[in-house]
């Protein structure tokens, strides 16, 4: 499976900062390590072009953020300092995820090993996210022709309220966002589908709500290419999460979605979203069972994951 990874997607943080910045690097490596990435799969991404980002971002916000404008009321909503290293982490992760789509049309599957900044609006970030790479991505590739229609699952717990935004009143793109009903944010834009789950829901509970909606969608839409947000704060023992997912649970979750995916033919993009576990390389961990799970999947199933439409039998 093509990844998108750039040693940049790292930026050095206040020593206290919550963000668990770490596990980017550490996501990497663990990666490498065991196989799963190897030199022929690394997608390294440049910084995304300013008329890509234009396609979902305002001017006046990017403009903002390229020369360091933003006022502190704005900084603090991103709750990340800015920087020029934060800027162009932001653009190279945006990037990553256009490439990973872009591979996930050719090879059925790809990833980015960041993403998923699912809080960022048109006009400003927040909960730790600057851009909205999921957002930019399905417009360039519509700007371009190569697909139209969109879905994306959003498993993070917290809701993608920057996507269900952006793109509400689209027929073309379907947001399902499945979510701590009482985490941040406060206050829930309106996704597609929003799905919001009581705190401390345990595997049984969850996996059996994720399978029954992703029936739904798919009996009612059929989208060209799946952007999945693969968030591990719903695993049990999160920062932030307030859910009490197992390490089993979250793996059966990823085999769920991406098997979902396969079995209709469907290109997908994984992006990691976020994870706030009591340490980054347990946070890491976490992270990359999604990798695990889809590059098993992918060598099972080598001959059988293509991105034909649904019902079109292949030679
Ligand atoms: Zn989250």
Known sequence: ???????????????????????????????????????????????????????????????????????AAAVRKIGVPWSPALWRRSRLAAQGTLMAARAALEDGLAANLAGGTHHAFPGHGEGFCVLNDVAVAIRVLQRDGRTRRALVI??????????????????????????????????????T???????????????????????????????????????????????????ALSDEGLRQRERCVLEACRSRGLPVVITIAGGYAPTPERTAALHSIVFEEAVALQRARADHWTHRPQGVKGP
């Not at 930026?11 to 663990?30: D, G």
């Not at 689209?170 to 309106?190: I, L, Q, W």
């Not at 509970?205 to 947000?229: N, S």
């Open 1 to 71: 499976m093509r990844c998108a990874y750039h040693p940049d997607y790292y930026v050095q943080l206040p020593p206290s900062h919550p963000f668990p910045m770490a596990k980017y690097p550490l996501l990497f490596e663990r990666l490498r390590a065991t196989g799963l990435l190897t030199d022929r799969q690394l997608l390294e991404p440049v910084e995304a072009a300013l008329e890509d980002l234009r396609l979902v971002h305002d001017d006046r916000y990017l403009g903002q953020l390229a020369d360091g404008s933003l006022d």
């Open 154 to 191: 959003d498993l993070d717990v917290h809701q993608g309220n920057g996507t269900a935004a952006i793109f509400e009143g689209d027929a073309d793109v379907f947001t399902f966002s499945m979510h701590g009903e009482r985490n941040y944010p406060a206050r829930k834009m309106r996704s």
């Open 193 to 243: 589908l929003d799905v919001g789950l009581a705190d401390g829901m345990g595997d049984d509970e969850y996996l059996a709500l994720l399978r029954g909606h992703l029936d739904g969608i798919f009996a009612a839409f059929v989208p060209a290419i799946v952007f999945y947000l693969a968030g591990v704060d719903p695993a049990r023992g999160d920062r932030y999460g307030r859910l």
